[in-house]
């Protein structure tokens, strides 16, 4: 079971898409950091990632951890957004035959998981193919 | 700093050990290590381990063992490094007797898998992964390894039965190993039709999840002809970090860790990959094998698959990968496995490995991984003459 505070205070990251800024060097990290990892600084502005990008890579995941029995087979990936930040998350509205390395994709809201009856809905980005 | 030598090692078969609780385990290693060990006494107990507070409801495994061994009031404490757990144990023990604070520690890991029901194991072995921006998401170790494993195919073009083979030489080198758990050998097509996991990883990609205790005493090296008449000496030990999150590293296919970790050992021991003649890699998966024998310097990136099948990774070429089996075929009771690998080199530089024995081992070295690649160990051991 998450905690409902440690769900919530992950919300401008997971689901607004915020990450960091780092004010004297201007490299953008995600997940934040205390420090940056290019030039020490301890000061950064919010930053949006974008919500475009490509797939670096991809696994048709068919023996699943517990709390996503329900989605298997799915698809996880690591998408590179227009910017060059990298972030792991599922592929959805597609299917294993429907995707590639290097295909474009959009990030939409939606479900995670569940927490049992009685606990938390969790939700964030996933990306979906962008079909031109 | 002093010196520091190992002078005994004891371990368990890697199994299913159904019958024996987390202490039992250790202290049938520890009892093994200290059986021909002529030492007056311990002055430190430093142990791996990573699953126990959510497989075995058990913290404080220091205090544990240091109990079950009889040997409190010692200094006795628990290292955690995920599936590196053994080797950072390794690692503190090492720094206390160079350093002079202590001077014969005992040292190791230990694993209780199956103590873990349903997806306890699996969600455990997840947590050395980044819980709040990989396993949010349904990942889990074997899908983010996958997404390396995919990348690593599409990048260098390389053939899936590539890593099959891998799979198949390891176990054919663990069917000679008497503490292995899967101690048979296997076919490409073994691996090719095993059941699906996360694409492209199949079942014999993976090692297997067991139970498992190694120990080792240390010492420093100019008192351990007076302990034992067979000794090896740490010559260099290093360890080193990376991203927590796979996704954030500038190059997926590089462990950043394992070279930094193992530039750091081989500067120290004053030799290069080139000298090495045996090594115990971390191979989790086939592909971690396959980054692991790269990054270590004993192959360029991307060529893995080539020297493979040139069978460079056997008796004969270019350094002798995992006698035991590795991962996949020894087992891989995670925070024992770097202390595994170390008693295995020792016993290869010690002419003791029988049927897995390379044949005069000199120079021989351990790397064993935390997380997929946030966390390396590397160390050189070397024979005294």
């Given amino acids: 079971m998450m905690s409902v505070p440690r769900y919530w205070r992950e919300i401008p990251r ?42 670096l890579s991809f696994s048709v995941v068919r023996s699943p951890p517990r709390g996503f029995e329900k989605l298997a087979p799915f698809l996880l990936g690591i998408v590179e957004l227009e910017d060059g930040t990298r972030v792991t998350s599922q592929i959805t509205d597609a299917g294993p035959r429907d995707i590639s390395i290097g295909m474009p994709v ?10 049992g009856d009685a606990g938390i809905i969790q939700y964030a980005l996933k990306f979906r193919p962008v079909f031109r | 700093m002093r010196k520091v030598a190992i002078i005994n090692y004891g371990m368990t078969k890697v199994d299913k050990h159904w019958k024996k609780s987390l202490r039992e385990l250790f202290g049938d290693a520890a009892k093994a290590a200290l059986k021909d060990a002529r030492v007056p006494g ?31 009031p010692i200094l006795a404490y628990r290292v955690e490094a995920a599936c590196g757990s053994g080797a950072a144990a390794i690692l503190a023990a090492y720094s206390a007797v160079a350093s002079g604070m202590n001077d014969i520690v005992m040292t190791g890991g230990v694993e209780k898998l199956s103590d873990g029901v349903g997806g306890n194991t699996t969600l455990a072995l997840g947590k050395a992964a980044d819980a709040d921006y990989e396993l949010f998401f349904g990942s889990s170790f074997v899908s983010l390894n996958a997404l390396i494993m995919n990348h690593y195919m599409h990048t260098y073009n390389t053939p899936r ?47 297997p999840v ?134 295995e080199v020792a ?3 010690l002419g003791k490995a029988e049927r897995m024995q390379v044949s005069d081992a000199e120079v021989g070295l351990t790397q064993n991984i935390g997380g997929s690649g946030s966390s390396s160990f590397v160390s050189i051991l070397r024979r005294v003459k």
């Fill in chain 2, 42 to 72: 311990l002055d430190a107990l430093i142990v791996g381990n990573m699953c126990a507070s959510d497989l075995s409801d058990q913290n404080n495994i220091g205090a544990l063992l240091a109990d079950y061994l009889g040997i409190t």
């Fill in chain 1, 106 to 115: 959009e990030a939409v809201f939606r479900k995670i998981s569940e927490d």
């Fill in chain 2, 210 to 343: 067991g139970d498992g205790a190694a120990a080792l005493i240390l010492c420093p090296l100019e008192d351990a002809p007076k302990y034992s008449d067979s000794f090896v000496e740490i010559g260099g030990i290093a360890g080193a970090t990376d991203t927590i999150n796979v996704a954030s590293r500038a190059d997926l296919l590089s462990l950043n860790s394992t070279i930094v970790a193992a530039d750091r050992a081989y500067k120290m021991a004053k030799v290069t990959p080139a000298d090495v003649d045996v090594a115990e890699v971390h191979d989790t998966f086939t592909i971690t094998g396959a980054l692991s024998i790269e990054d270590l310097g004993f192959c360029e990136k991307g060529k893995f698959a080539k020297l493979l099948a040139e069978r460079a990774f056997e008796p004969g070429g270019v350094v002798v990968v995992n006698p035991s089996g590795g991962l996949k075929s020894r087992g891989h009771p995670v925070g024992a496995t770097g202390a595994y690998q170390v008693a």
């Fill in chain 1, 14 to 55: 997971r689901t607004r898409f915020e990450g960091t800024k780092c004010k004297k060097c201007g490299h953008v990290i995600y997940p934040p950091r205390g420090r940056c990892d290019r030039c020490g600084s301890d000061e950064f502005t919010s930053y949006k990632l974008p919500e475009r990008g490509k797939i």
């Fill in chain 2, 347 to 349: 016993m290869q530089l």
């Fill in chain 2, 161 to 207: 039965e590539s890593f099959a083979d891998f799979a198949v030489l390891m176990h054919k080198n663990g069917a000679r190993n008497p503490y292995a758990q899967l101690p048979f050998e296997i076919s490409r097509e073994t691996v090719m039709n095993s059941d699906r996991i996360a694409d492209p990883i199949t079942l014999f990609d993976c090692a």
